[in-house]
């Protein structure tokens, strides 16, 4: 705060208009001049009129075309409209809160004037701004970024799903229109996309639900045990148990795809032909998934393990030895004890592990592409939601369903991580007692 | 005598499930390993342990005038160090803001890296595609590296601020005290005491373009551009002659190397995270 001398300093401007310097803003930078801070006031003035000369031309095709999506099949590209046409509406949205922070600044500024603040000189003042603005500053060059790889296609894709893009349908040759809701009522409605939808969606649970949950569950097994303190050498085991993990895993999916081949895979051929077994691993549905969920433990569970020993670690002797005065059976311990101490400390990235299955593209394709096929169905027995999109996309260049289903994968996703906040915030409110 | 004997069989009953445990990790890491020095190129022949060891599939990768193995390998380099130090240099800005400063929308900002961190850059794909080709960086090495630094930008950030926020805010405020600038306290205070963080952050940056297939296959269209990953899976996708063992002897080079860096890393890997999820 300035001191209360300078405050008071200057009395000329007591009759100066707070409201009007509001309105003449409406015009970025005039408000500023009447305010009598003539630097901000002409960078205000000639950044606008910059802004407006500049991307005049671009928001005008990019409002047009994000409208019409075009209307010279051939000659309009449908796809860059609409690029165009949503960074317009991002572009303007920030020169919204430009606009509004010139207005809000006028009328600030204009107020203290009025009761006879004395600004701060140039050089003062931008060493203000800079104090104020660091945080920005910092994280400026992060979220361009964020904007454009992450927030801007997540924004595209879910325009997709309100046109009628796909292989069919597709630009330059012919022009996109909005449909509105009617590829998501297709979804929903069609016979063979919704019993598709449904045998998929539910794969998708039992899938992230069983292989995570699995995977947890035998972390915590092998964490317990050798944690115990008999035994011996736990470094080396802790080591080779993580090892999976360590190894990249389109490597060893890779392999394992090869090693689970029906005909000449090493499983068939040297694990079970002693036994007269022979499994169709990729061909049958469910020993397909069966064995992706197999693999998937044993990638998945390396991690879970090694956070779970950590945890382990950390819990007090202590209190295993008053569990044991007061007659605990060892399971007593484990359930009292171990289990709630373990879940409480870890439940974020549990939950993380969750989402992480759920959006398991790597295991689902490379393993089987999603196959084996099933008759009357668009997607494979072992395809998961985010596989599907991909195929959609990729194989089937239906754009328009990749697009409703990701965002059906979106909401879902979007749940999850809710759970996620209110996990972190409980911590949080915990670590203040 | 009888709690002896009960204490001895549960011993032996945990080392016997280890030692399984052990075999069913191995079995695949060695199925590789022995495949990779077969010399056939097809899976049916081939056997766990090789009748006739050979290193010609390592011979081929290296030295044959159609293998373009080693450039693959300067490709990934390539974009692998630029990913890490441009992350670790974008990531700690935003953790620094995130951690040391109150500003307008930073608790929002917080919540919204962990729902974007959830979000696959896979669901966008079709955007990444189209913005790529538009500003001409579709089939460029430089347009990978764009989509790595961001995709993992949430996730970096939020393990990187979960550490600063471990690190005591009387620091900075006493250095403030004594007349240090912004980034006088982020440069000489917080990033010496980070440095194990950063250490990972540039560390899994580094490794993810080794580990990566799908973006390159939807970015990269030609072979000389090819990052390994992609060109290995390439070896055994390609329909009419794939190449099994030399994959095999492709994976093993990368793997070999990874999983080393990996096993003295993990832990601080795992306590990052513990910070991060815990105090986000």
């Known amino acids: 705060m300035k001191p209360q001398s300078e405050m008071t300093a200057d009395r000329r401007f007591s009759s100066h208009k707070p409201i009007a310097a509001v309105l003449l803003s409406i015009l970025p930078g005039l408000g500023q001049l009447y305010n009598r801070r003539w630097i901000k006031g ?36 449908s796809r860059s409209l609409l690029v165009q046409g949503l960074l317009s509406v991002l572009v303007t949205l920030f020169l919204a809160v430009f606009y509004v922070y010139n207005l809000i600044d006028a009328y600030k500024d204009a107020s203290k004037l009025k009761q006879g603040f004395k600004f701060p000189s140039v050089s003062e003042g931008a060493r203000l701004t800079w104090d104020r603005g660091f945080p920005y500053f910092m994280v400026l060059p992060g979220l361009f970024i964020l904007t454009f790889v992450v927030i801007f296609p997540l924004v595209f894709m879910i325009a997709l799903a309100f046109t009628n893009y796909n292989m069919y349908n ?12 009617e590829n998501f009522t297709v979804l929903f409605t069609d016979p063979s996309w919704r019993s598709s939808l449904i045998s998929v969606l539910s794969w998708t649970i039992i899938w992230t639900f069983v292989s995570t949950t699995l995977q947890i569950a035998v972390a915590m097994g092998l964490a317990v045990m050798v944690n115990d303190a008999r035994v011996k050498f736990k470094k080396l085991i802790r080591t080779i148990f993580i090892l999976p993990w360590a190894v990249p895993s389109f490597v060893t999916i890779l392999i394992f795809a090869a090693m689970f081949n029906d005909g000449f895979g090493a499983i068939n051929r040297e694990l079970l032909a002693p036994f007269g077994i022979s499994i169709p691993w990729l061909s049958d ?13 044993w990638l998945g569970f390396p991690f879970v393990f090694a956070l779970f020993s950590g945890v382990l670690q950390s819990v007090s002797k202590d209190w295993y030895e008053a569990a044991e005065v007061d007659g605990g059976s060892r399971w007593d311990k484990f359930r009292h ?53 991909y195929k959609l996309t990729f194989e089937n260049n239906n754009y328009k369903m990749a697009a409703v289903i990701s965002i059906i994968m979106g909401v879902i996703v979007a749940i999850l991580a809710l759970l996620q906040f209110r996990r972190s915030r409980s911590f949080r409110e915990e670590k203040m007692f | 005598m009888r709690k002896t004997l009960k204490n001895r069989l549960e011993l032996t009953g ?46 081929w990768l290296f030295n044959d005038p159609s293998s373009n193995y080693l450039l693959w390998y300067k490709n990934t380099l390539f974009v692998a160090t630029i990913t890490s130090i441009a992350s670790v240099v974008v990531v700690a800005f935003v953790a ?55 995709g993992g930008l949430p996730m970096n950030a939020f393990l990187v601020k979960g550490y600063f926020d ?12 004594d007349g240090a600038g912004h980034f006088r306290i982020f440069f000489q205070i917080l990033l010496p005491l980070a440095k194990p963080i950063i250490a990972v952050v540039a560390l899994f940056n580094f490794m993810s373009p080794f580990m990566d297939f799908l973006l390159p296959r939807i970015i990269l269209r030609s072979p000389e551009k090819f990052t390994l990953a992609l060109g290995l899976f390439n070896f055994i996708n390609d329909k009419f002659a794939n190449n099994f063992t030399r994959f095999a002897a492709g994976a093993v080079l990368i793997a070999v190397p990874i999983a080393i860096v990996f096993l003295f890393l993990q832990r601080y890997l795992i306590s990052g995270l513990a910070d991060g999820a815990t105090k986000g």
Do not use: C
């Open chain 1, 285 to 297: 549905p469910t020993w397909s998934r069966i064995s992706i969920i197999m693999i998937q433990v």
């Open chain 2, 166 to 177: 471990t690190i005591p805010r009387d620091l900075d405020e006493s250095a403030k005290i």
């Open chain 1, 170 to 181: 597709s630009p330059p040759a012919k022009l996109l229109d909005w449909v509105g809701f």
């Open chain 1, 337 to 389: 004890i171990t289990l709630p101490h373990v879940m409480y400390a870890t439940a974020p990235l549990l939950i993380m592990q969750y989402a992480g299955n759920f959006n398991n593209f790597n295991v689902i394709y490379l393993f089987n592409e999603g196959g084996p096929p099933v008759r009357g169905q668009m997607a494979g027995g072992t395809d998961i939601l985010i596989s599907w999109v």
């Open chain 2, 14 to 59: 945990i080392y016997l499930i280890v030692l399984l445990m052990f075999l069913i990790i191995s079995y695949p890491l060695l199925w590789t390993i022995s495949l990779s020095l077969n010399p056939g190129s097809s899976l049916f022949s081939s056997s766990l342990i090789p009748e006739n060891w050979s290193f010609v599939h390592y011979n």
């Open chain 1, 42 to 77: 002409i960078l205000f003035l000639v950044l606008s009129f910059a802004m407006l000369g500049l991307l005049y031309d671009f928001m005008n095709i990019g409002f047009w075309g994000i409208y019409t999506l075009g209307t010279i099949p051939m000659e309009d590209d």
């Open chain 2, 96 to 150: 620094f803001a995130f951690s040391r400063y109150e500003f307008v929308g930073r608790k929002y900002g917080i919540y919204s890296f962990l729902l974007l961190q959830m979000f696959p850059v896979l669901m966008g794909m079709v955007a990444i595609y189209l913005l790529l080709n538009t500003v001409g960086l579709l089939d460029s090495l430089w347009g990978l590296v764009i989509i790595y630094i961001g």
